[in-house]
């Protein structure tokens, strides 16, 4: 938004803006914010940055916890659900000594993938264009403790509600695809969300109703350049949970909230280009992608379980990754089929439109780190030039949920747990160390922390445990 802070300061001054927010991502994926008032938003603040314990969200030890948060004034944009005016930025994260980049900072991890993919000469822009699926909920309680382990949901929309009294308007199982209102209860929402995003800076290539009955929407941008992509998934989720929560409403981006419907994705739609040419294009190629395209695929799938360790980092990633379904469980591409962990979209044939989408992600993951991972795979893919077909990774138009078991046991699987997709990484990982983008100690942190969650989950009774096994 601003390109220094004398353009900043003209707006906080021009706006009667009284208050500016700083937001920063921690290693897991979520924004913490600290608010500082204009009269302390000048020069020594840009070069001095704001301090904070890093060892609170999971950066550093207690013992060496300092550091520093820098606004980047191009991420500005007025806030909506302040009382008082308020200017919010996106900060980088400062070592508090020597004001060096924090290695671990998620937007600077992003940026050295974009370096390095620059320094090696094979484009100078990524593009991404993330799909926000999520549930919308009347409301939701939860409980875990010795004795209990229980959680709620309800929505006007669940099928459930056609059994008491109200508008008749419910949404059918798996019904809620494109559906209109009456039965979508929810476009008016998904519109001012969608108009938020826009005056952040973020504009919305269009939003629909999802598959999931109870209240399940989707949101796509067009292609955003680099880790803007990024900021673009923190953006939706924090606008959407704020403005669903001002309608009385609960927004969530869970992967699998609900058993026997939908799960949410986050499709990352994505291409290279270089010198401004779409260098994915092929008019004569398979799905009029180009051999440079396929190599960056063969990357994607080559090294596609160390990938989901960023992609779908959750327990609850691999309720959704479940065979059936859409649901892209099998390491292949194919053009238009949406069961391909690799879709080549049929309508986009021209050297405007022609990319690729991953469908595996999920939006628990750090979209920063995920966004990384995705591109380290496919340069390493490019740089080594590893074919996806040769690989056997298709491509395959049919539907492979139709095959017999022992067909489609030819097919590599990506995993189907949190502790599978650990092991992926810590036996793959040379990819993500190239350029110094990510690093040893880095990746440690990762697994160590990721196969805890999955010990902490594997560890409690489940409710469905007891209705199973309480008289045996």
């Known amino acids: ?13 021009e706006q009667s803006i009284e ?44 013992s060496s916890g300092d550091m520093v948060m820098v606004p980047d004034l191009a991420t500005g944009f007025v806030d909506p659900f302040w009382d008082l005016p308020t200017l919010s930025f996106i900060c980088t994260i400062l070592e508090a000594d020597t004001r060096r980049l924090f290695p671990y900072d998620p937007r600077s991890i992003a940026r050295r993938a974009e370096d390095f993919m ?65 039965r979508d209860h929810l476009h008016n929402l998904r519109s001012r969300i969608c108009a938020r995003l826009d005056e952040a800076g973020f504009p919305v290539k269009y939003h629909h109703h999802e598959v999931g009955g109870p209240g399940q929407c989707e949101i ?47 499709h990352f739609h994505q291409r290279l280009e270089k010198d401004g040419v779409n260098i994915f ?67 986009a044939n021209t050297p405007d439109s022609a990319r690729i989408e991953f469908r595996p992600p999920d939006a628990s993951c750090n979209p920063y780190l995920a966004i990384t991972a995705q591109l380290m795979a496919g340069l390493d893919g490019i740089r080594r030039r590893l074919d996806p077909t040769e690989l056997g990774f298709g491509p395959i138009s049919e539907d492979i949920f139709s095959w017999p078991e022992e067909k489609r046991a030819t097919i590599k699987s990506l995993p189907n747990s949190l502790g599978a997709a650990m092991d992926a990484l810590e036996n793959d990982h040379e990819f993500l160390l190239a350029g110094g983008v990510f690093n040893e100690d880095l990746i440690t942190r990762w697994i160590t922390a990721k196969r805890q969650e999955e010990r902490s ?8 445990e007891i209705e199973l096994y309480y008289d045996l």
């Open 19 to 62: 208050q500016v927010d700083l937001k920063f991502c921690d290693l897991w994926g979520r924004w913490h914010h600290v608010t500082v008032s204009v009269t302390g938003f000048d020069q020594e603040l840009m070069e001095q940055g704001i301090g904070f314990d890093a060892s609170s969200v999971g950066f550093k030890s207690i």
């Open 220 to 266: 796509e941008t067009p292609l955003i350049s680099g880790f803007r992509a990024a900021d673009a998934t923190m953006m939706a989720k924090y606008i959407t949970r704020l403005t669903a929560q001002e309608e009385g409403l609960t927004a969530t981006f869970m992967p699998k909230p609900l058993h026997g419907e939908a799960g949410s994705g986050l």
């Open 281 to 347: 294009y092929d008019a004569d190629g398979y799905g009029c992608i180009s051999e440079t395209a396929r190599h960056f695929i063969g990357g994607l799938l080559h090294h596609g379980g160390a990938v989901l360790a960023f992609t779908n980092p959750s327990t609850n990633s691999y309720r959704r990754l479940i065979p059936g379904f859409e649901a892209p469980v099998s390491a292949i591409f194919s053009a238009g089929n949406r069961s391909a962990a690799v879709r080549i979209p049929r309508y």
């Open 118 to 182: 620059r320094s090696e000469d094979i484009a100078d822009t990524a593009l991404w264009g993330p799909e926000f699926e999520f549930y919308v909920f009347n409301g939701i309680s939860y409980e875990n403790g010795m004795n209990v382990a229980a959680y709620r949901v309800e929505s006007d929309e669940g099928d459930w509600s056609n059994k008491v009294l109200g508008s008749g308007y419910a949404m059918p199982v798996h019904g809620g695809y494109h559906a209109i209102p009456p």
């Open 1 to 13: 938004m601003f390109n220094n802070l004398t353009e900043a300061l003209s707006f906080i001054d």
């Open 457 to 464: 989950v594997c560890n409690r009774p489940h409710p469905f």
